[in-house]
């Protein structure tokens, strides 16, 4: 009887645990059939299995409202084609005062005013199902998918097939300014990628790194420019295209980046005293991949080859200088006053921030944040944004000194001293007890 007891609590407990997981997607998010229509489920993550289609009321680009058909705002931000099922996840936000439309990959979105709540897809869902039919495919081959930090699959060629849009890949390039390339931002899949990637300013020319990119659906047309020293051409219609998602954090580029900082430093002309000078700000690779500058610059302008790179920086709030941008800001704009209409520090308040180096943007839009006005700015060739509060470890001190394990700068100077005026007082003493040579 006992038994009998015991195998059916067993029993019980299984089917409980299979219900959970059945209900839970993966990376976090719920699986559910529909989406909720409640305030309280803001800020949550979301799994549902829908199919790509072009009909349906759907309004908003990027961020839709929370009455657009998912199916059709999936395949307007290019994460499913027409006639394709698969898992998205979205991720439920608080209602905006206006929404705009666009067209995109075919589907055409409205405009709109407030709404109460509103939505915007985090990625694809890599489902049951699909890592099931990985794992059959695993045993019937012996290729070896590598899958990096971020997710990508690293591969030696972006694939050429419908099947892979909305994937991320990781590829390893050499920045370059010849090759077929057409496209701004978004790139047919034709363009050379190494090419494209030094347009987008991610890579130099001549510099090798491992670059992120996510395949996405064909477009109507394709408009061209010239950024970076490389010129794209414009084109129609085409069948696929791709997006730089960021640079990867591997070895490889961490090995350049750290030959970068031996073999060259930044230059900025100073002027002092009413000469021209040249001043060296030499960086010094963190624990976690982020430089440190031992003097802050006033702005990032100087930093325009080094597109990617993250700084921590010890800055000083202030409420003068110039500014231009908002969240993202032009490379000349003042470094304690952008911190400080970012909500990051006070006026007067000193802390190590984090930023990263962004390449130039097509324009800039202003705004009035904590007590500080930016303006608005078109076309500039460098940008960056702040990540937060860096953790660093030990500050420096203006020479580079370590203030914590010095004492500050001068202590050694003052400790001399007064080991000097000891030694001198004690010698003195020794001489007055010593007898004249006359007494004897």
Request: proline share 2%; aromatic share 8%.
């Amino acid at each position: 009887m006992q038994l009998v007891s015991r195998a059916v609590l067993l029993a019980a407990c299984l089917f409980l645990f299979q219900s959970v997981t059945d209900s839970a997607g993966s990376g976090g998010c719920r699986r559910v059939k529909s989406l909720p229509k409640s305030k309280k489920s803001i800020g949550k993550c979301y799994e549902l299995r829908v199919t790509g289609g072009t009909s349906g009321r759907i309004w908003g680009t990027d961020i839709y409202t929370s009455d657009s058909r998912i199916g059709t705002a999936a395949v307007h931000a290019g994460l499913l084609r027409v006639g394709q099922t698969g898992y998205v996840r979205v991720r439920l936000l608080a209602g905006r005062n206006s929404y705009r439309g666009s067209t995109r990959h075919g589907v055409r979105t409205k405009k709109y005013g407030r709404w109460k709540l509103s939505y915007k897809f985090v990625g694809v869902s890599g489902s049951s199902s699909s890592t099931r039919v990985r794992s059959k495919t695993h045993k019937r081959t012996t290729t070896k998918r590598i899958v990096s930090k971020g997710g990508c699959r690293r591969v030696k060629s972006l694939p050429k097939s419908k099947k892979s849009i909305g994937k991320c890949y990781e590829l390893r390039v050499t920045g370059g300014t010849s090759g077929r390339i057409w496209g701004t931002d978004i790139y047919t899949s034709d363009s050379r990628i190494g090419t494209a990637a030094v347009h987008a300013g991610l890579l130099r020319v001549g510099q090798t790194g491992y670059v992120r990119v996510r395949l996405l659906a064909g477009r109507n047309s394709y408009r061209g420019s010239t950024r970076h020293g490389v010129r794209t051409k414009k084109y129609g219609r085409w069948k696929l295209s791709y997006k730089f998602v960021g640079v990867s954090g591997s070895s490889s580029s961490t090995r350049v980046r750290s030959k970068t900082h031996k073999r060259t430093t930044t230059k900025r002309v100073v002027s002092k005293g009413g000469k021209i000078r040249r001043a060296f700000y030499r960086p010094m690779l963190g624990r976690d991949g982020c430089s440190r500058l031992r003097r802050t610059p006033v702005n990032m302008q100087a930093y325009r080859r080094m597109v990617g790179t993250c700084f921590d920086l010890l800055i000083t709030g202030t409420a003068s200088g110039k500014l231009w941008g908002t969240d993202i800001y032009t490379g000349d704009s003042t470094l304690g006053m952008a911190a400080v209409h970012d909500g990051l520090l006070k006026v007067g308040q000193t802390k190590y921030l984090r930023l990263r180096v962004l390449p130039g943007r097509g324009s800039y839009s202003g705004s009035r944040q904590s007590g500080i006005t930016s303006k608005n700015y078109r076309r500039w060739s460098l940008s960056y944004q702040f990540l937060g509060v860096a953790h660093s470890g030990n500050p420096l001190g203006k020479n580079g000194t370590n203030l914590r394990s010095t004492g500050g700068a001068g202590s050694r100077s003052r400790e001399g001293k007064k080991t000097r005026q000891r030694r001198t007082k004690k010698s003195n003493e020794e001489q007055e007890q010593q007898p004249d040579q006359g007494d004897c």
